[in-house]
């Protein structure tokens, strides 16, 4: 659905050059639903931005919906759906009427496009909110209508550029659950932007991380955890010379790099908790070390982005972008 190759984006800013997307290729299957994630000014909206052909790229080539962005630009918006970071509806016209009005500048018959109104109002469970003017609507609301406009033509592939920001936690559960449904009931593509690491990690069944332009992680939440951050294992034992000699152990299980000991407690990173836990209890006991207590936890996707970057995601948020 989307092959991009090297694309590359650079801004002219008084004479200065700032490079917002340094070289991105990018695969992307029909059905999946992607998350780009990364720091304010990482470069998503930008690529997000050219993918749409709503920026040319410096550089690169890419096939979207089968189009080339460049030479059939046309081909590639009667294809797609683009729901930007601000609202796309206008004022004038009642919500039902921005539907078939957006149906009509897609080449639609005014009874196709007024069909068309009624399934995505449906769709979006806009219907009792028909009759009302955008400008009425709540954040969340208006968010709903922001979907409903990108989908009246029924494409293939839905862009959507940080669908929940700024919306109270319920409005965004709730566009996710539209979201999910869109993918699930009609198998549309979904890439979208957020920088919402709860919401890439648990909604997202593939995150490609986005630092300074650059791809810099791409695969499953899952795979990125285990093989970029690990479990964390962390045994309490009974005092600090059994810490001492508990971290010994531990380093036959992790990096030494890995492994910390800070008071009783001993702390080790290991691909999979669940299976050296037990193995790593047995061996301390074997070394006549006695634990009082032992915990386990999932890393989040701030640990990836830590253990690629150096940095959280929190710290780089609002950070300015490298040039
Ligand atoms: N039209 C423009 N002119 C100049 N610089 C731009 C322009 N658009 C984007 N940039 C710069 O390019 C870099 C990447 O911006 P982009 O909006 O793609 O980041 P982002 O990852 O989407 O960030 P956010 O999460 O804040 O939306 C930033 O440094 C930004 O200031």
Redesign the pocket.
Known sequence: MIHARGLTRT?K?NKER?E??RGIDLEVEAGRLVAFL??????????LRMLTTLLPPTSGTATVAGRDIVADPAGVRARIGYVG?KNGAGENFRVRDELVTQGRCYGMTRAEARRRAEEVLDLLELRPLALRRPGTLSGGQRRRLDIALGLVHRPDLLFLD?PSTGLDPHSRADIWQHILRLRAEYGTTVLL?T?YLEEADSMAERVVI?DH?RVIADGTTERLKSDLAGDRITVTVHDAQDAARAAAVAERFAAPGEVSAEGTAVRLRVPRADAALPEYLRALEAAGVKAAAAETARPTLDDVFLALTGRTLRESDGA??AA
């Open positions: 801004f800013v700032v917002a997307v990364g720091p304010n000014g990482a470069g998503k909206s930008t690529t970071q940080e932007t920088h986005i332009g300015p972008a």
